[in-house]
């Protein structure tokens, strides 16, 4: 397969050319990504057999524009019909999709839109994924938030307005454990109304343990839905184990959390494929879980410290603009994000077409806001995950989406 990313190891730090022989003699990376391990827990859930034979099967260069039509011209867009949108054969139908997804946004979203920040509380990880900025091997200051300082991160998030925040950490069982994680939704619920995690996937009693806490939603990127390219890239760590990352969507909500986030990252394998798989992969489980809230993000690589190289060569915004709207028309109800990843100039645009909900005030770094919201001097801080490309204030993004002509949104749920 084509790598549609490029890592120049000429930019990598000493100490990750090194580890060759740590790698090769480390079982995590020669464990079978097939395989579950010892503490992961199996659901027996059919969902992932549905979504993976409907990929193998698609030949997107098989559609023609007589498809993209008949699929334009259906009420209910169908498999067939996503599928012929997400082909190379609708480029030229973009004006076309993207009124259709416009429609489509304005009837089930109106003219709203949502804001939230990310907060990363640690970038410790236990997992070599090559493209990731906080990967165990990459030369990046570390850094874990204490439990006072994470409530301090929250305070002056909250103090800007913002009412949902989405905590991340790295993927390192040891160092951001269960309980850790849980505390600070605990400290969230203080501060904001709705609580996301972005954290390592877990077992059904770890999610019910962390929604007692305060957690809403759980959003896991599976990176790549392609399991041959997906070895390549995860070469150890937990997060080497494809099946269960897979399941962790439907873990979360047996375990009763309100909503699940869906993602691949688009540049590592066949963005098609992989756009394709995670919409199929919401798909699947709205009709098995149709009491749950459900969302789509649609990120593209980006650079990250010490490898400015890394970028989706093949996914142009022309590409992204495509999927978007595909996403749009074949799951209307269906919320979509658009992260800081993109430039302001795409995200203006993508809000009055296809997306309804966008990060603000973002930092991927550990420890920073009182820098970037409030100008002072913070010293200890740790590296961020990737390079953002909006880093529009939250109120600069209020007011933005205002004179775009749409509603800003905070909070849409009441607690009785």
């Known amino acids: 397969m084509k790598n549609q990313f490029y890592v120049d190891s000429k930019t990598l730090p000493m100490n990750v050319l090194n580890k060759k022989h740590e790698l090769e003699t480390n079982p995590m990376s020669r464990s079978n990504h097939l395989e579950y391990l010892p503490d992961m827990e199996q659901i027996k859930s059919d969902i992932q057999s549905k979504v993976l034979k409907q990929v193998q099967n698609y030949n997107y260069s098989s559609y023609t524009t007589k498809n993209i039509k008949t699929a334009l011209e259906h009420e209910t867009c169908t498999i067939e019909d996503f599928k012929a949108l997400l082909s190379p054969a609708a480029e030229s139908f973009l004006e076309q999709m993207a009124q259709r997804a416009s429609q489509e946004t304005s009837k089930h979203f109106g003219n709203t839109i949502y804001l939230f920040t990310p907060l990363y509380i640690a970038n410790y990880c236990e997992n070599y994924c090559v493209y990731c900025g906080f990967n165990c091997y990459n030369d990046i200051k570390r850094m874990k938030l204490t439990y006072e300082q994470i409530e301090h991160e929250m305070k002056i998030i909250s103090d800007s307005g913002m009412e949902e ?19 600070a939704c605990k400290l969230a619920q203080k501060y904001f109304r709705n609580v996301g995690l972005e954290i ?94 459900f969302s789509l993000s649609c990120p593209r690589l980006r650079p990250i410290i010490n490898n400015d190289k890394i970028n989706p060569l093949d996914v142009g915004e022309r590409q992204l603009c495509q999927i978007l709207c595909a996403y749009r028309i074949f799951l209307p109800f269906v919320g979509i994000t658009v992260s800081s990843r993109e430039s302001a100039s795409f995200r203006n645009g993508i809000v009055k077409i296809a997306a309804t909900k ?14 970037k919201y409030n100008g002072k001097n913070v010293e200890n801080f740790g590296d961020e995950q990737f390079e953002i490309a909006d880093n529009r204030s939250f109120k600069k993004m209020y007011d933005d989406m205002t004179k775009e002509g749409l509603q800003p949104v905070l909070n849409d749920y009441l607690y009785v």
């Open 200 to 293: 390592y996937p877990v077992n059904v009693e770890d999610y019910k343990y962390l929604h007692e806490c305060g957690a809403d939603y759980v959003t896991i990127f599976q990176e790549t839905y392609d399991s041959d390219r997906y070895e390549q890239l995860h070469l150890a760590g937990h997060k080497r184990v494809f099946l269960y990352r897979f399941e962790a969507q439907e873990r979360a909500l047996m375990a009763g959390m309100r909503g699940v986030g869906f993602s691949a990252l688009l540049g590592l394998a066949d963005f098609r494929r992989d756009a394709l798989a995670t919409a199929l992969h919401v798909y699947y489980l709205q009709k098995k879980y149709p009491h749950a809230e």
């Open 358 to 371: 966008i990060s603000a005030g973002v930092s991927t770094g550990i420890g920073d806001h009182e820098s």
């Open 165 to 183: 925040i989405l905590i991340l950490t790295g993927e390192s069982h040891s160092k951001s454990d269960v309980k850790y994680i849980g505390t």
